[in-house]
């Protein structure tokens, strides 16, 4: 589908259908494959940075590197940027499960969550931080 995008010379279109797949693959298929994706089409993405920065945190994170931390800096920031409240809820949301959001982050996250009418997000495939995480 990708490939009959870019020949119909739609980029806007091609560049979201990548970066979902560079997500699918981040959150629970073939984590390589999905920073592989992100890592190709941030130096020219546009309209899907954010995700791209997201899709790559998580892959990062499933794979047990470094960066994990950046990615998710850079995907708030640039939803911040953009003021794209759906990225910024996910942006959030991520910071919580793979690194550190403090209350105000959550219940910034919790209240764009419920004026944009969602009640859950994607949940990654990886091994999520735990109070016994946090404190040792």
């Keep these: 589908a990708v490939e009959q995008l870019r020949n119909l010379g739609e980029v806007v279109y091609t560049e979201f259908a990548e970066s979902l797949l560079a997500e699918v693959e981040a959150f629970g298929g073939d984590a390589e494959r ?34 994990v931390s950046d990615a998710l800096s850079d995907a708030l920031r640039v939803a911040r940027e953009r003021a794209s409240l759906y990225d910024i809820a996910a942006a959030l949301d991520l910071i919580g499960l793979l690194s550190h959001a403090d209350a105000e982050l959550i219940g910034e996250r919790d209240s764009i969550l419920t004026g944009l009418g969602i009640e859950r997000l994607p949940v990654p495939s990886v091994e999520l931080r735990t109070p016994a995480a946090v404190a040792g």
């Design 34 to 67: 999905g920073l592989e994706i992100a890592d190709r089409l941030l130096p020219k993405a546009d309209n899907t940075l954010a995700l791209l920065h997201r899709a790559r945190a998580v892959a990062l994170s499933r794979l047990s590197r470094d960066g």
